[in-house]
């Protein structure tokens, strides 16, 4: 099986089956109507409704916008799969327009693939699809390409999508970790940990009760407003899995620079700070889902947190810390006590502490 | 945070450092004042907010055996791991103790390979687990010192008046002053007084601790875990040196009372019994420093219910963690640190878990070390 199961001509009848078979991954008449009802008809868009075993992009219009583009992918696996401020479709979208846009390209094209688990529930489909309609639509890039795949119960757990992205990077922005100099000064677009500690919550092993939502969101507009005001800015990145300190040790490593973080400055909700406590968490390595961390010449520092601050995603901006030349390739914590650490790499995941 | 950020004021701890620097002056030296905290989230606080930076030279923090899943030998923990990879059994386990490597692999490792390994954030949830698999085996995986230990024991108490019948532990619980016990019975000992655990002295009181202020001549301050906590109890042990009194003082006294938790201690005695000897990672054998089930309770008691290796496990021989939590060597110091031994690799205790000295130095501390090795008083 191959992407071509978007093309198929699009039916009338509407799709009545409660839960996903494998008849509905077996390339016949009932994957062809779970497509078109459910995917084909959320994500109505003209290069999709070419119905092509492939989507096919018009090269002169993206000449317009830029020079290079800017090509990811990534793979949604989340429990579970709604969760307060988001679902895996709302992931799975923001997430991979979050990897495009922090190259400084404007996001343009996703595909959708699905690997869905036999026994799922319709509805649900349904719900991560519209859901990433909503969002696709929110940023402003059209869904072009898919491709469906069922598989028996227990080989996966409910639903997993890819998407993979394409978008154009202006002519002159070329964002880099290795661009970092000592001197730089680090930003990040509001409070951290939101997303780990939300989807944490919603396992609901913990038995806590908390207003946490997920930061998901999308960076794109964020980026736009800083790049127009900063294009030499030295480096962006989305911090995910592993939170802020993983990416400033990558930064660290990768520019051969020393980054010294305050903590003082560095935005956490309280509540997170509280679950955080209790678990002997840090929310330095918890995830983010719409959390931009970027570096910036000195000189340009202000007005890029003006300008973060003005925009809706970074309106909780903030300075966290600034590139020394040494020790290279370290990531340092001036804490509030006047002293400093080391803040390293996670060998694995942060697991709860016993005492 | 409410109650926490008051323990984290900076101004106030720049008060509390210059009142141990006086006081310290006053004690006549030629060496620095050792001083261990036996806690491991003592041991993590102070790598955390620095604390060792900002304390004056005369002052040296020695970081001792207090960590539960440090200390765990590599014999039981390759016991666990057979127990939890026999059909039908979901074997529990706190989340600290799944990376901890046993003489060939982790928990993690063998719930990779197929064994249905869970983890829990209370003996409580192992509990339920049990009551929604009637058909399966379900084994908590008990450890930790007096300050889990209640937890345990309640739950088999609550284990056998809901009739579960098939719910086990395995039983790693140990004792915390037999350990410092062992530790002073040592002559390479090389230690001025203790910070004493905070969460096991919730349970037992402070009163267990005489025996070190009256045997063994040395002042124990039990403590709590912000970094004032800490400073404030490191200023109490300095100032009975400087006074030349060996006492049992209570920092902690937000939480600690001097008999402890009366409802806890009796259900750790309703449902376990100290072992005659229990091997601890680094230190080997100490006398009466473990606990196990008692015979009545032997169907809750995975040890009396499953067979299993039961092979005790040397340490790795280049390992130096005996000396490290002795206070004889600086983590550093040991030939293994940071090279063969690391957090990824851990040959040895101390750089098991996040708690242990030589993993929290090898991650928050390698730049200081250069400089504390400088630190010679004269």
Known sequence: MNISHLKMPQRKKKFQERTITLAHGSGGSAMRDLIDDVFVGSFDNPTLSLLEDQARIDLNSLMLLGDRLAFTTDSYVVTPLFFPGGDIGTLAVNGTVNDLSVSGAKPLFLSCSVILEEGLEIDILRRVVDSMKTASLAVGVQIVTGDTKVVPRGSADKLFINTTGIGVIKTGISPSAREIQPGDIVLVNGTLGDHGAAILVARGELSLETDIKSDCQPLNGLVDAIVSVCPNVRAMRDATRGGLATVLNEFAQSANVGIRLHESAIPVKKEVAGMCELLGFDPLYLANEGKLVVVVPPDSADEVLATMRSHPTGKDAQIVGEVIANPAGVVLLKTDFGTERIVDMLVGEQLPRIC | ?378
Request: aromatic residues 8%; charged residues 20%.
């Open chain 2, 1 to 378: 945070m409410k109650y926490i950020n008051e323990f984290r004021d900076p101004q106030k701890a720049q008060i509390l450092i210059e009142q141990i620097q006086q006081i310290s002056n006053q004690i006549s030296s030629d060496k620095p004042i050792k001083i261990m905290e036996v806690c491991g989230g003592h041991t993590h606080a102070i790598f955390k907010y620095g604390l060792e930076d900002l304390l004056p030279k005369t002052i040296e923090l020695v970081h001792g055996p207090g960590c539960p899943v440090c200390i765990m030998p590599k014999g039981r923990l390759d016991d666990a791991i057979a127990l939890a990879q026999q059909p039908n059994i979901i074997f529990t386990t706190f989340g600290d103790a799944m990376r901890v490597p046993g003489s060939k692999y982790s928990l993690l490792q063998a719930k990779a390979n197929g064994a249905d390994i869970r983890m829990v954030y209370s003996p409580l949830d192992a509990l339920q687990i049990a009551k929604q698999n009637p058909e399966k085996e379900v084994v908590f995986f008990a450890i930790g010192f007096e300050t889990t230990a209640p937890s345990t024991a309640l739950t088999v108490l609550q284990a056998e008046s809901d009739r579960v019948e098939n719910f086990s532990l395995f039983c790693n619980h140990v004792l915390v002053v037999p350990a410092l016990e062992a530790l002073l019975a040592n002559p390479d000992l090389q230690l001025n007084g203790f910070v004493g655990p905070g969460h096991v002295s919730t349970v037992i009181g402070t009163e267990p601790y005489q025996v070190i202020a009256e045997r063994y001549h040395k002042p124990v301050v039990v403590s709590g875990f912000e970094p004032l906590d800490i400073l404030q109890s490191i200023w109490m042990v300095v100032k009975q040196l400087a006074e030349k009194r060996c006492e049992v003082e209570n920092q902690y006294s937000r939480l600690v009372q001097s008999h402890g938790n009366a409802v806890a201690l009796d259900a750790m005695q309703r449902v376990f019994a100290v072992r005659e000897a229990f091997e601890w990672r680094g230190l080997g054998d100490i006398p009466l420093s473990g606990l196990k089930m008692r015979p009545e309770y032997a169907r809750f008691d995975a040890e009396a219910k499953f067979t299993f290796p039961g092979r005790q496990v040397a340490d790795h021989k280049a390992c130096q963690c005996g000396e490290i939590l002795k206070g004889v060597l600086k983590p550093w110091q040991c030939k293994v640190f940071g090279t063969a031994c690391t957090p990824e690799h851990p040959l040895g205790a101390c750089m098991v878990s996040s708690e242990g000295a030589c993993a929290a130095y090898y991650k928050y501390g390698r730049l200081s070390i250069g400089k504390r090795e400088e630190v010679k008083v004269n």
